[in-house]
Every structure is written in structure tokens, then in C-alpha cells.
């Protein structure tokens, strides 16, 4: 497959070393045009390494890798409360065992007095707390005793345990078949191990002087990862921005003096559902994540000073243990960092890295150099395809760093792994050079953006920009980061809201607001849409000449005349069995798009093809004859009538209008279709000039330079006529290709 051939030019590139790898290392960071070199979690830059002239990245967890420490400070290593498996009472008596179900290598019972005051019992089938006098803990065999239980009742322990096995440690162990001492990770929560950790720090500073940057990984504590004993069951609960690792008697006694209440054992459990930040935040969480930020910010800023007292600069990774760092509150400049690394798989994670309040940005791009990827799959093994990995991943990102700016691309994980894969070290030299081509324009000035502007409604709002927790592979079933994924590579500007902005800001601002996601979750606002006031500002902001668009289950909420809140805005509702016997209004489905359409003929065919494409949702049903149907599901009953289900409508709405999409999932046709729905419904379908002729395609304009990009994100040759500039370009790209173009205005 031929490629465009970018100059060679160097810089701007992170490179894996490896002590052993030395050859390998030097070749490699010259064909790739790296600046920089780094180690990776477990391994060794030699001295022919460091002092070969490039910056040196060096990897720091400074809450793990002290071993002799901890082990004579045990009651300082991290915690977190679990909850028993639960057990059905068959008497009066019920003996649990609380570690039962879970990695026996990853937790410790905590038994001290400090600990078990936090402890709590639950009848879970009342759904009601067991009082202390009735149940006792047996240290010996780690078990607590109910007294006075209900036969064929369910219950359960809340307990705190100490986390003896830190977690990326684990994982690398399992993943790189490692055999070392098990890591584990201390709480910098407490004085003494502040003082300990500030003084390793600054001897580490003084026997590292080539250390041109200093990469944390992240701080301190880690997204949550719960693991069980049973290899079936491996993972019990992983959530990347959950807070349950950051817990001790010692946080939340300081919690208690801070905010005047007690925090307890079950805020946290929940019943056994935790906290997965799919569910909108509860007053009591947000105030746990702002005083966590408090002392995160308090302590790790301390360490930011002393490496820049150093002359090193400081550097955070945007993964692992990065929980209480939250790059998008305000708060984050007060740590002073100098960059901030990503890793990426996805284009929207590339726009949560760029949207940082920070000197630089670097994204860690994949496939890692691991043997296996975080699914398991294989890549740098048999069987494995890197550069098939490398490609589907870079498209994805390609497309978010045509509309933000991202500094510095790099790799990390084992070099030695690269030896048998030429074909994925030739495609790294090519996405290296493109890179530095795209960022080049950037750096002249602001690619040309459409004069369109969106907003992303949430529970969460601008906490949680362009992500949903967690990478695509992990959260491909909600609709919204599918959007985000549309999002990340259009030329519109985004912003991400939660009630209190709709509530209180000037909404008129934006061309559409989106609102997407299931059912009370936080992607779709759960209980935020009780509050009436949100609802009528949008009913306000849309009345005006606003747009919504409601993906899935938007402003879905129970206790209300209608399942949607804004139901009247976008022209439907969705039955979920109450109004089963009730009539529908009939419609005939749309031939165009809001009436009269001006797409070219073979255009909106691929148009209609997108939608009718989308998965429906049952229960859609229309709640005005003025609504448009553009797409439906057709089923059949059990008696072989039709059965339609509208699953893409418009509804025009005072000056403004209301969109509902039953499913969207990203595509480069889907993405596409998006798009010129909204502009053509904002009455901005004109531009779409500027997006080109070709669904596959995608271009961006960089006026200061005279210059655009344009990017064919298929697997097959493609031809693009677009107007950029006021200047009508025409280009062939081969398959997964990009090119520069010259434009004069």
C-alpha cells in the first residue's frame, strides 16, 4: 500500500529504550526522527542510552516500589471498603467470610479498631443496617457472625481492606508474564509517608542528573480495579474515574472535620454497586472528589516544586493513577505541571488530552509494545498484527489532531518486541512524519473551524469532557461516545455542560445541545432533569432557534406526565409498557429531509443510507402530527401487521427545532450524516461545502499557512472534491491516506 511520502523530519517523538536493546534503541529513535527517549514500566536505560544526546523521559510511580518501606509500615498502604459476597441466612446465625470471591493477592483485611468503626452489616433483602451489637468479627479466620438474621434473608459486610498488590503492577505481571516481587502502594495521605516519599524523590533527583523530565504515572491513586479470585471472574469492577481506592479512617475522619458530617462505609458501596461514573454524581460524592483534589493538589505540588528545583521538568500521565489529579477542574494549574501524556486508542481521547490546561500534550499512541492488548488480544505475538492495530487507531486519531493541537506523539513498552515486525516499524516512521507535518500547520496558526457551535449536556458536564470513563473497546455500548467520536474530528467548537450551566449560562450560544445516553444514567442527567428549571431553559433556548438533539433515552426521567422531560421539544416519547394500549399517531415517512432538500441526488442517498442504517429503539412513538419521520424500524406482530417505529424525526419547534436519533454509532459515514443534519437544520447547510463531496473524507483548512489537510479514513481509494479557502480543491487519496494541499484564496 503506497503512502504519502512526508519529508523526514525529527523531533517531537517519545521513544521506548531498553538496557540490552541498545542497537535497536539508537536505530530506531533515528529512523522514527525521535527527540526523546524513555524507559517503561520494568525496564533500564543503560548509560550508551542516556548519554547518546537525546531528552531522557523517566518513569516515576511514587507510590509504589518501596517495598522495604512499607512492609514495616503496613498500616500505611492504600485501602479501599468491599463488600462481601452475599449470603442467603438458612438460621438465626449467618457466617460470612469477607474476602470470599475476591483476589486473595490483591487485599488485606484491615482489622484494626481504626477500621472495623467503619464497618457495616446489611440485611440487603429489607435493605437495612444490621446494629453493631449483633455481629462479631473473628480475626482468626476472618469471618463476622450474624446474630438474630432472617431466614432466606441476603446479607452482607462492608468492610475496609488494604491493597497489598498494586494494580498496574498486577496486570503488568499477568500481561508480561512477569515473576518479581509484588509492588505495593503507600498512602501519602499520611505525614510520615510524605515525609518519606519527598525525601526518596530528592535523592532520586540527585542520582538521575541526565532525567531531562520527570513522568509521573499518575500520582497516587489508581482508577478502581477489582479483581476476583475465580479467573471467570477476574475482574469484578473496573471504573477509571471512581474514587474508592482513595479511602482511609485517616480521609475520612479529615473529611468529617472539614465538611461537618460523617461519611460512611455504604456511601461508597452502594449496595454493591459502587460508583461507576456512568451514574450521575450524588452533593456527597462531588464534595469526596473536591476535598480528595484539595489534598492531591496539596501534596503533589510539593513534588512538582522539587523535581523543578532540580532543573527537571514534570510531566503526568492521564491514566493509571490518576484519580483525584482531574485535569478539568479549575484547580489543575495549581500543580504546575509542564505536559501532560495520554494514551490513546480514539480520536475523542486525543481531543481529552488537548482540552488540558497545560504547556504540552502528548498522547502515548497504541498498539503498546506488549505482547497482548488490554483486551487480550494478540499484538506483538503469534497471531498478532501491529501494523493493522497501529493503522485502525491512527486514523481515528489523525482525524482529532486536524481540528486540536497535540505536541508530541510517542510509544511505550518493551523495544525488543519490535524484531520480528518490520512492516509496523516502517509504518511508525510514516505517522511520525505525518504527524509532524499536521502539527507544523498548527503551529503556524488555528486550522478554520465552521461557525458552529455544540454543546454535550451530562450529569457531569466538563468534569468528564470527551470521555465516558474509560477507552472505546470499554464503553462502545452508550451512544454518547460515539458521539464524542464524531465530535472529536468535525471542524465545530465543543463544549461539555452539566444543569448548573444550562440553568445559569446563555444558552443562545450554541447551534445544538446533545443529550445522549440510557436511562438515569449520567450521560443522559438521571435525577438532574427533577429540577424544572433545566427544563424550561431548553424549552426556552429552543423556542428561540435553538437545537436538540436526544440520542437514546434523552432527558429520560420517571415520576412525569412524559417519559422524555423534553418530550414536547423533540416530538417523541418512548412507551416503556404503560401506554401499551394505547393508539399511536400514524405518519408517512419523510421523502426529504426537512422538507426540501438541495443535496445532489447521489449525496443523499448515501445520506438516507446512514440512517436507515441506525439501530431503533422499541417503544418510540410520536407525540404531534408536525413531526417529520426521516427513518423507521419496520417490524412484524405475531399476526403479520407492520409494525413502524420512528428512530430518526424532526420536530420543528417555535424558531427552533428538536432531532431524535434512536442509536447513533460512529462510522466515517455516520459521523458524516450527523453533521449535515445538524448544519442543515440550523439552517447552515451552505458549509457543508467545506466538508467536501465525499462521505470518507475529511479536510481541514489552515488559513495562517495557506495550507489544508485532507484524510481518506477508508480502506479504499477515494476522490475528493472540496472548497476550502474559497478555493475548490480536488485530490485522490489512497486507502488510509493524507495529503498536503496548497491553497491560494
Partial sequence: MEYTKYPHTTGSFTLPGEAGCEDLTLKLAEQWGADVIRDSDGTKLSDEIVKAGYGIYSTICIIR???????????????????SAPKTAESETVTICLLDDYFKEQFLVNTSEASIEYWQVFDRTDNTEIPRKQWEFDETTG??????????????VNFLAYRIWEEINMYNHVTNHWDKEHLMPVDPRYPDVQEYLLSWLKNWCVENPDTTVVRFTSLFYNFVWI?????????????????????????????????????????????????????????????????????VISFGKKLVDLVHSYGKKA???????????????????????DGIIKCIFSGYEVRLCAGVDVPTHEVRLHPYLFPVGLGGAPTFSEGGDPKRDAQKYWVDARRAMLRAKIDRIGLGGYLHLLEDYPDFVEYISHIADEF?????????????????????????GKTRSWTLSGHFHETWKNDLIHINEALAGWPVKVDYLDFEDVKKQDLSEYDVIINAGFAGSAWSGGEQWNDSRAVERLREYAQKGGCILGVFQPSMTTGYMTNFRLADVLGVDQDMGERCCHGRIAYQKSENFFGESNLAAEHSSKF????????????????????????????????????HTPKLTYHPYGKG??????????????????????????????FR?????????????????????????????????????????????????????????
Wanted: one cysteine or more; glycine letters at 8%.
Fill in 608 to 643: 438516507y443510507a446512514a440512517a436507515e442504517g441506525l439501530k431503533g429503539a422499541e417503544g418510540i412513538y410520536l407525540t404531534g402530527s408536525e413531526v417529520q419521520v426521516l427513518a423507521e424500524d419496520v417490524t412484524y406482530s405475531p399476526i403479520g401487521e407492520e409494525v
Fill in 65 to 83: 516500589d518501596h517495598n522495604e518501606w512499607a512492609k514495616s509500615h503496613m498500616d500505611r498502604l492504600q485501602q479501599t471498603f468491599l463488600m
Fill in 657 to 686: 427545532c428538536g432531532i431524535y436519533l434512536s442509536h447513533f454509532t460512529y462510522s466515517a459515514q455516520n459521523s458524516r450524516f450527523l453533521l449535515e443534519l445538524l448544519l442543515k437544520a440550523v439552517g447552515k447547510e451552505a
Fill in 315 to 337: 510531566y503526568v500521565f492521564y491514566d493509571d493513577s490518576w484519580v483525584g489529579l482531574e485535569p478539568y477542574f479549575p484547580t489543575f494549574t495549581e500543580f504546575g505541571f
Fill in 436 to 460: 509532524r507535518a499536521i502539527k507544523a500547520l498548527h503551529e503556524e496558526g488555528e486550522p478554520q473551524m465552521l461557525p458552529f457551535h455544540a454543546g454535550v449536556l451530562t450529569a457531569w
Fill in 227 to 295: 479483581w476476583g479470585e475465580d479467573e471467570r471472574h477476574r475482574n469484578h469492577f473496573t471504573d477509571w474515574g471512581s474514587y474508592d481506592f482513595t479511602v482511609s479512617p485517616e480521609a475520612l475522619n479529615q473529611f468529617e472535620a472539614e465538611y461537618g458530617y460523617r461519611l460512611t462505609s455504604e456511601d461508597f458501596i452502594n449496595q454493591g454497586k459502587l460508583h461507576a461514573t456512568h451514574m450521575a454524581p450524588c452533593n456527597t460524592q462531588m464534595d469526596y472528589m473536591k476535598f480528595t483534589n484539595r489534598f
Fill in 143 to 156: 469471618t463476622v457472625a450474624i446474630q438474630g438474621a432472617k431466614e432466606y434473608h441476603d446479607y452482607t
Fill in 689 to 745: 461545502t467545506q466538508l467536501g463531496d465525499n462521505l470518507y473524507c475529511e479536510a481541514a483548512y489552515f488559513p495562517h499557512s495557506g495550507k489544508a489537510v485532507a484524510v481518506n479514513n477508508s480502506g479504499q481509494p477515494q476522490h475528493l472534491n472540496v472548497t476550502l479557502g474559497g478555493v475548490e480543491k480536488e485530490v485522490d487519496l489512497n486507502p488510509w491516506d493524507s495529503c498536503i494541499m496548497e491553497i491560494e484564496p
